[in-house]
């Protein structure tokens, strides 16, 4: 709902690169947490980040399938959600590694906040060249041309 309300206003490029660097930069900024650490500045880093990749979804979504055609908008929709569970299961099996693998948990959830982040950066860095430079020139090739005079 909040990205059907956003995307009336912007392209879909933009808003992905966006809440994609939301995401990781909310999730870099939890890399120094420690023991000491309040409760609620770890909620509600975690939570905008959450808010900044769940807003993604639908805008990865409309770009997959747009890219694909309605021809193959069905396979396109299958491959996204296959991959997206695909990676859940791996990025939630790298943190759990981390997590064991440090002996404290501030440690370790710091390099997991760090894995988490950049793997963000770099996915707001393939919006931004994929999708929003395909945006821009879909709509240089749509424009008119300049009348010569």
Known sequence: MVYSKISERYANGPLLTVFLL????????????????????????IGVACLGSGIVSPGVTAAMVDSAGPEHANVAGSVLNANRQIGSLVGIAVVGVVLHATPDWSRGASVSFVLVGVAYLLGAGCAWRLVAHSERRTEAAAAPAPART
């Open 22 to 45: 939301i995401a990781g930069v909310c999730s870099l900024g939890l890399t120094a947490i420690s023991a000491s650490t309040p409760y609620w500045i770890i909620a509600v880093g």
